[in-house]
Structure formats: structure tokens, C-alpha cells
């Protein structure tokens, strides 16, 4: 009686084994076909050719990617429900003396799943992340064009405001020239006016210092004073005489 339950469950094994393995390799075709079409979905980003996708081929590669997410997710979950039955099956009394090869066996395809589960999801992201970009950029190409196709009168009157805004940005530049200009030679002027003042300072300071000097100077004043009064007094004399002479 033992005997025929251990080859039952031989057997039962097997199967599951089988079956395993055949959704192993379905899932690793529907992998590959899922990971080419996400990808065919690159390489688009001008946009005549994503215009020209979306009305072609986009609601049929759309159906495609639903229809072949469904069939893998179906996938993944019958070969969990497998996995988990192999789970039970190590767990039957006949199966202990064989208990670590089917331990083994059972964790190999477990990883496989999780390989497989892993992959999936990971293409999926990737693939969301890319249409969700896409998107965005055929929105704002969109709002580009059609700001670009708008009415003549508007996109005058925008040329219009941006050629006044460039003058004026203009002139507050020339403005700005002509302020920094006047400021630095007022700075130079009381620059040269410090120095001036520096110079009388020094002067003022060497003659107090040294009243010899200072009236040595008021003497050399007087004197020149002197001399001027004398030959403005000889030209004086001089004319009237002259004057004088001519009339008699």
C-alpha cells in the first residue's frame, strides 16, 4: 500500500514537474514578445512619427500590450498555484526520504517564478514610464503648434510687445551706462578734490612750522607790492608829461 501511494505521488510530481516547465517556457516566449513590443514603442520621439504611430498603430499595439499582459500575469499565477501544490506535495508522508532533492527541485522553479515575476513587472514600469513621457512631450508639442497656428493678428501683436519689451530693456541698459558713467567722475573729481585739499594742508602745516619761511614770503609780497606801486607811479608821471608835451 505504501508503495503504490509513494508512486502515486511519484507520479503527481512528475506531472507537476511538467506542467512547471511548460508554463516556464510560455512564460519565457511571452516575455520576449512583451519585452520587443514595449521597445518598439522607442525611438518615436519626433512628432510627425508619434502622431503618425497614434493613428496607425496605437490603438492596435495598445489591444496587443493589454491582450499579452493579461496572458502573462495569468501565466505567472498558474505557475505559482503549481509551485504551491509541489509546496504540499514535499509535505506528504512518502515524499520525506526524498525530501531534499524535492526541496531543491521545488526552490529552483520557485526562483525561476520569481526571475520571471520580477522581469515582468520590471518591463512594465520601464514601458509606463516611457509612455507616460511621451505623452507629455506630444502635449507640449501640441500646445506648440497650436500656439504657432494661431491667429495672424495675435502673433503680430505678440511681436509687437516683445520688440517694445527689447527697447525698453534697451534704454534702462543706457540708462544704467550713462549712471555708472556720472558716478565715476564724481568720484574722481572728489578724489582730486581730496588731494587739493591734502596739498593746502601740507603747505599751511610747513609754513606754521616754520615761521621764517612764512616771513620770508610776506616780505617777498610786500616788496613785490612795493615795486609795483613805484613803476605804476613812473608810468603815471610818465603819461602826463607825455600828455602834457603833446598839447602844449
Known sequence: MSTTVMGTSSNYWEDLRKQARQLENELDLKLVSFSKLCTSYRGSHDQQERECRSESFGPFQDNMLVAMTSEVEQLLSKLSAVNDKMAE???TPGALSHNAALMHTLQRHR????????????????????????DLLGSVHRDIESYKNGSGVNNRRSELFLKEHEHLRNSNSLIDNAISIAMATKE?????????KSIQTRVTTLAN???????LIQKIDLRKRRDSLILGGVIGICTILLLLYTFH
Open 111 to 134: 526562483d525561476i517564478l520569481q526571475d520571471y515575476t520580477h522581469e515582468f513587472y520590471k518591463t512594465k514600469s520601464n514601458f509606463l514610464s516611457l509612455r507616460e513621457r511621451e
Open 188 to 196: 574722481n573729481i572728489t578724489f582730486q578734490r581730496g588731494m587739493l
Open 89 to 91: 506535495c514535499t509535505n
Open 209 to 215: 612750522r616754520f615761521p621764517a619761511i612764512n616771513s
